[in-house]
């Protein structure tokens, strides 16, 4: 099982750092486990995480993105100016709040927001891998 406790996690081929990127290979990619609010059905938060990380495309995961922006973490800041990102988590204009929130703006391009909350993972996967096969390789 893997742990989306702390800050933030990177999984995959690159280093386990907040300022990991996989900039070479295609976007960002940000998993929020939503851990405190509860609100994406487990099954869903699941079943993403797994096929991520199954898919050996570095990607980030977070505890909660909602706690992140109470406690303004400045994590957000190096998200937000990372470049194209991908983000599994809420409503994205939930999501855009909390950058908001914590004093930070996701650029209007870009960015990509999935919502966990009525996407299934069927849906959201290849749309965060963006046709990145297994092992992080593009696919041909």
């Not at 919502?115 to 749309?127: K, S, W």
């Amino acid at each position: 099982m893997i742990s989306t406790d702390g800050p933030i996690k990177n999984h995959g081929d690159t280093a386990v750092t907040p300022d990991a990127r996989t900039s070479d290979t295609g976007p960002r990619i940000l998993f929020c486990n939503c851990t405190y609010a509860k609100v994406i059905p487990k099954e869903v938060k699941r079943s993403v995480l797994k096929q991520l990380s199954d898919s050996g495309v570095a990607f980030d995961a977070v505890a909660d993105l909602c706690e992140m922006s109470a406690r303004k973490d400045p994590t957000l800041a190096n998200i937000a100016g990372s470049g194209d990102v991908k983000i599994a988590a809420c409503y994205p204009r939930a999501v855009k709040w909390l950058f908001h929130a914590a004093g930070v703006t996701l650029p209007e391009d870009g960015v990509e927001i999935h919502n966990m909350r009525v996407q299934g993972a069927d849906e959201i996967v290849p749309l965060l891998l963006n046709g990145r096969a297994v092992g992080g390789a593009p696919s041909s």
